[in-house]
């Protein structure tokens, strides 16, 4: 086997879990991953994929300027305890 090298790299707990959880599927680790990943830019000598930012249509731009607005500001919106809160206040309102 040829020599190795260690690198230290942080990632958010839920995406490293995300993507163990797929690798796994797909018969590999992290570490095979990566290496594969740097073969690939060595080879194209790129970053081997497209980087893009999403497109939103424009209902899903409103919801995330709502979404944001509410987090800033939770005291300004009606919250529930539970599901079954918000769905009694929805037939009273019928």
């Not at 893009?52 to 709502?66: D, G, M, S, V, Y």
Request: charged share 30%; glycine share 2%; proline share 4%.
């Amino acid at each position: 086997m040829s020599k190795t090298t260690s690198m230290n790299i942080r990632i958010e707990p839920s995406l490293k879990k995300q993507v163990e959880e797929i690798l796994t599927d797909l018969g590999m680790n992290i570490s095979d991953a990566v290496t594969i990943y740097f073969k690939q830019i060595v080879l194209t000598d790129s970053i081997p994929l497209q980087i893009k930012r999403p497109k939103f249509n424009k209902e899903t731009l409103e919801a995330i300027k709502e979404a944001d607005e509410i987090m800033k500001h939770p005291e300004n919106y009606k919250s529930y305890n539970n599901v079954y809160e918000m769905i009694e206040e929805i037939d009273n309102e019928e």
